[in-house]
């Protein structure tokens, strides 16, 4: 495998490359905009067959993907900050459909340029799948690593993944490329079931028919529409009226929970082909005898690994839990990890403006709810705005998570 | 493509083959559902259809794949999308057609169709045009025409209905130096046949904007829904086109225009002009179709 | 708290009905809520809409399942909408209908009183609305609402131009409302089953309960010009061996057949009783 120096957003090109996607739709926003270009290059030079529409904005980007997926093509886009609160909607629209397409994120505040996670976290509740990379490496993995958890089955849901902006996207590192014929191995041609066409239209209907719910009470065992099935066009007319649109719903969030899974399942694949795993939902990083754990997503996390050596050596047992599915959510995760810690320190770079704390940190909290014994949970919100994120920063977090545990709920903090 | 006059259609040399179920929940005397059932007859059942936010959806009779566009915008964007994937899975056979309102098209669904458009997308965008928002009550979107009555341009003692004219379309689009643009009406389905079926032929970015009379927010008898599209025809109000690459052609050429107000009595959301109102409309309809018919046979650029 | 149903057709105004009925009970000091049918409301086609009113703030915010008022705004709406259903017992149906309490087909556990709120309408009003005719015979058949206030609601709901002239179509059906009467002796009458058979899948409803009038071919006169067929909005006329075939299940009678053939062939004439 050859080894470049390449900074995230060209990370981002190659794993589209290698993934063989073959429709792009992408508008240009900073700090993306050259992951639009390298894959125009890419797709004029010879080196990826695909149709590549420029267009006007990211609403038509987002669409054009999704009814692009709905005809059969492996589709992909690519965005940051305002460009995917513009797309929102459609966003919704794309999950509703259930179309397989996978979109890079080059997260970024909404009026702010630099890095943080409030526009990924502004999608929290559409329905995709939100993975977050700490290095480039992963972000090309990730990539590759994408299709195969969106196009599975069991799953049919679009996958976003999350890269710093500017710390990743414009940032140059080592990144080892995989060769095309491997990745070809790991990830075939998209391929549906049930392709939407004139000609199968009036079999849909029936299909349809088959799987209309009717009345169910909250007591009748739940019978999913089988993935294939729920991805047609009859999803988006109101068929069936509330019933039918309230069991999708549930329909998805099952897809969501048999997600988890696969996001385990196919980052094992990749590690036993590629070498390189990321530990499925969550990495696991000197947890074995910790006392503390911080918990971070993105590149604070690769941060904290550092911070984390620091303490260890002053014989301070802080761990780190690198959260990278944030959506699916790893309850049962951080479940285990909450029993066995005394104190979990949640960074977040982001916030949902109303309630106490981040969105990671509140979700933690709900997640440990159930245990007997619950470790204490702190929350810092730091990192917003691209604000610099340094390793004493953490060092100094995980060394007052060990002086808080145990103690009354600490109030939540800012660095 | 100048030069060469097509054959012209009688309503016997109308494909007999239905492309629409009968029954849907359209208002009675609707002629968006008309609009669909021709567009749809002409296209044939090898199509898909695109519809947003709009009296369409209703139209759910359509035997062809329908994609309702999750945003409102989105219409031009969805076709794109459609049209390309197609021709990535090697069936550019697929017709690829938009119904669309006119709000999504002239108002909120403009950008992306001007983008669509500029590109040359392969797709055929529909326009059935009811001169408001007329699923959500009649609200007036920019393809309202001058002085009528909606529910958001309403008439009183400071106000007369619309304010402004109705936003040309298709000159619009013709401009983006698209392959083909039509009018065509609902009463004339002959010559909104002949046009579908010509335009099916032709690869790139196609637009037909077809005047569809709504008896509910036009304050319209639903039996006289066709007689008013007529009447819009015959007095200049609406008059039929084509552009083929640049080249402008009449399709309804008559000697003599009918008055206005032929049209314009049988409409409830035109009940309130007064006399001199009606003038200026007779005016400047009467100088609009002067305008064409002085480009008849010409090339807009 | 007292629970009411309205049954009308798209553009019938059962929506403005139950909120000048609503805002009529608020005026009289009680609570109320006036719940528009979901979905969209097209001409000619069934609609209903809810009305609630009791002395202290309403909660429920679901449907109404149990009335104890029906209003019916169209007489031939009970031939194939199961306008009673859920009707509590004791409960009361006010029909506008030409006929007796007999003609209206209904029967059950409840009482049925009528009034011709489309003759009222038509002279008071030159048209068939009859959703203000109707609320006086409402206040009149169940004193659960009085003239006064209605008449004030109107006035806030209406403009000015009309206000007048719909209030003497309220005054008069509260005049003309004939008494409520016990049906429960009375035969059951079974809803018309729709006539057209084919599975539905919201692709093809049968619409025939939208019509009023219906298109009657003379095949005689018929040329087989084909016109009523291709202006059809949607496919419900068919081109057969000499002439032309209605197929009655999907035809919404919005008369266009009949106004666009040239040689007269087709009549739009009422639908039976």
């Known amino acids: 495998m050859k080894s470049e120096v390449m900074v995230g957003n060209k990370a981002v090109a190659y794993a589209v490359k290698l993934a063989r996607a073959n429709l792009i739709a992408a508008y240009p926003i900073t700090p993306q905009t050259t992951i639009v270009q390298y894959l125009s290059e890419f797709v004029a030079e010879g080196e990826l067959a695909a149709e590549f529409v420029n267009v006007e904005g990211e609403i038509t980007a987002q669409l054009a993907c999704l009814a692009g997926s709905i005809a059969g093509a492996r589709a992909f886009t690519a965005t940051s900050g305002p460009g995917l609160l513009y797309m929102h909607e459609a966003l919704h629209g794309t999950a509703r459909y259930r179309a397989p397409i996978v979109m890079a994120v080059a997260n970024r505040g909404v009026r702010t340029m630099g890095p943080d996670h409030s526009d990924m976290m502004a999608q929290r509740d559409t329905g995709w799948i939100q993975l977050y990379c700490e290095n480039n490496q992963e972000v090309l993995d990730t990539g590759v690593m994408a299709y195969r958890i969106a196009e599975d089955a069991g799953v049919r849901l679009p996958v976003s993944f999350g890269l710093d902006g500017y710390v990743l996207s414009y940032t140059a590192e080592p990144v080892e490329v995989p060769g095309q014929e491997e990745v070809d191995e790991f990830l075939p041609p998209y391929k549906t079931e049930y392709p939407v066409l004139p000609e199968t239209f009036d079999e849909d209907i029936e299909r349809y028919k088959r799987h209309w719910a009717k009345g169910k009470s909250i007591d009748e065992p739940f019978t999913p529409l089988a993935a294939d099935e729920s991805f047609s066009h009859l999803t988006m007319v109101n068929w069936g009226g509330p019933h039918d649109q309230q069991w999708r719903w549930r329909s998805h969030q099952e897809a969501m929970t048999r997600a988890k899974q696969v996001i385990k399942e196919v980052d094992e694949e990749y590690g036993r082909r590629f070498g390189r795993s990321y530990g499925g939902l969550v990495d696991e990083y000197r947890c074995e005898d910790a006392d503390a754990a911080l918990v971070a997503m993105g590149t604070v996390a690769s941060t904290a690994r550092a911070a984390v050596d620091r303490l260890r050596r002053d014989g301070k047992r802080v761990g780190l839990v690198k959260l990278r599915s944030f959506r699916p959510f790893p309850r049962e995760e951080f479940r285990r990890i909450g029993a066995d810690v005394d104190a979990l320190c949640v960074l977040d770079r982001s916030i949902s403006l109303g309630d106490e704390g981040g969105i990671v940190y509140n979700s933690v909290r709900s997640a440990l709810y159930g245990l007997d014994e619950r470790p204490t949970v702190m929350g810092v919100h730091l990192g917003m705005a691209g604000k610099e994120v340094r390793v004493r920063d953490i060092e100094r977090i995980g060394e007052r998570a060990l002086a808080e545990r145990g103690g009354a709920e600490p109030p939540v903090r800012w660095v | ?301 | 708290m007292i629970e009411i149903r309205f049954h009308g057709r798209g553009g019938q105004g059962a929506v403005t009905g139950v909120r000048v009925l609503a805002s009529a009970m608020h005026l009289g000091g009680r609570y109320s809520q006036a719940i528009p049918q979901y979905g969209t409301e097209r001409r000619g086609a069934p609609v209903v809409a809810f009305c609630r009113v009791d002395d202290t703030r309403i909660r429920e915010r679901d449907l109404v399942h149990e009335p104890d008022i029906i209003v019916v705004l169209d007489p031939q709406l009970s031939r194939s909408v199961d306008v009673a259903r859920g009707l509590k017992d004791g409960g009361l149906a006010l029909v506008n209908h030409p006929g007796s309490y007999r003609d209206t087909g209904l029967s059950g556990n409840f009482k049925v009183a009528t009034v011709d709120a489309t003759k009222i309408a038509l002279e008071t009003l030159g048209r068939p609305i009859t959703n203000t005719a109707i609320l006086g015979a409402f206040a009149r058949a169940t004193s659960i609402v009085e003239m006064r206030h209605l008449e004030e609601a109107l006035r806030g709901e209406l403009p000015a131009r009309i206000v007048e002239s719909n209030i003497a179509a309220m005054r008069k059906a509260y005049e003309g409302v004939s008494e409520a009467v016990d049906v429960s002796k009375l035969p059951k009458r079974v809803v018309a089953v729709k006539e057209s058979q084919e599975p539905l899948i919201s692709y093809s409803r049968d619409v025939s309960d939208w019509r009023v009038h219906r298109p009657v071919v003379d095949r005689g006169a018929c040329v087989g010009c084909q016109r009523c067929w291709i202006y059809c909005p949607e496919t419900a006329i068919s081109v057969v061996e000499g002439g032309v075939e209605v197929n009655y299940a999907y035809c919404k009678g919005c008369g266009i057949c009949a106004e666009e053939c040239l040689v007269g062939a087709i009549k739009m004439e009422l639908e039976e009783e």
């Open chain 2, 1 to 301: 493509m100048s030069g060469v006059t097509r054959k012209k259609m009688s309503i016997r040399d109308i494909p007999r083959e239905e492309a629409m179920w009968p029954g849907n929940p359209a208002c009675q005397g609707c002629a968006g559902s008309l609009a669909g059932r021709l567009v749809f007859k002409a296209l044939g059942r090898n199509s898909v259809r695109v519809e947003v936010a709009s009296c369409a959806p209703g139209f759910m009779n359509i035997r062809v794949p329908s994609f309702f566009s999750p945003a409102f915008e989105g219409a031009a964007a969805f076709l794109t999308g459609l049209a390309r994937g197609y021709k990535i899975i090697g069936r550019e056979d697929i017709v690829v057609a938009g119904l669309i309102g006119d709000g999504g098209t002239v108002d909120i669904g403009f950008q992306g169709l001007s983008a669509a458009a500029e590109r040359n997308e392969n797709v055929f965008f529909f326009t059935y045009d009811n001169e408001a928002y007329m699923n959500t009550g009649g609200q007036r979107s920019g393809a309202t025409p001058y002085l009528a009555r909606t529910a958001t341009t309403p008439v009183s003692r400071v106000s007369r209905g619309k304010a402004e004219e109705k936003k040309n379309m298709p000159m619009i689009l013709a401009l983006h130096r698209v392959p083909y643009v039509a009018t065509a009406s609902v009463a004339y389905p002959e010559d909104l046949v002949e046009k579908v079926t010509h335009g099916k032929g032709i690869r790139g970015f196609r637009y037909m904007q077809i005047n569809a009379p709504c008896p509910t927010g036009w304050g319209v008898e639903p039996k006289d829904s066709i007689k008013v599209a007529r009447l819009s025809v015959e007095s200049g109000i609406w008059p039929l086109y084509e552009i083929e690459e640049g080249h402008f052609r009449l399709t309804y050429k008559p000697r003599e225009l009918k008055p206005v107000t032929d049209a314009l009595k049988l409409q409830g959301r035109f009940r309130h002009l007064s006399d001199d109102e009606l003038g200026v409309i007779q005016e400047r309809t009467l100088g609009e179709w002067e305008r064409l018919v002085g480009l008849d046979g010409k090339e807009l650029y």
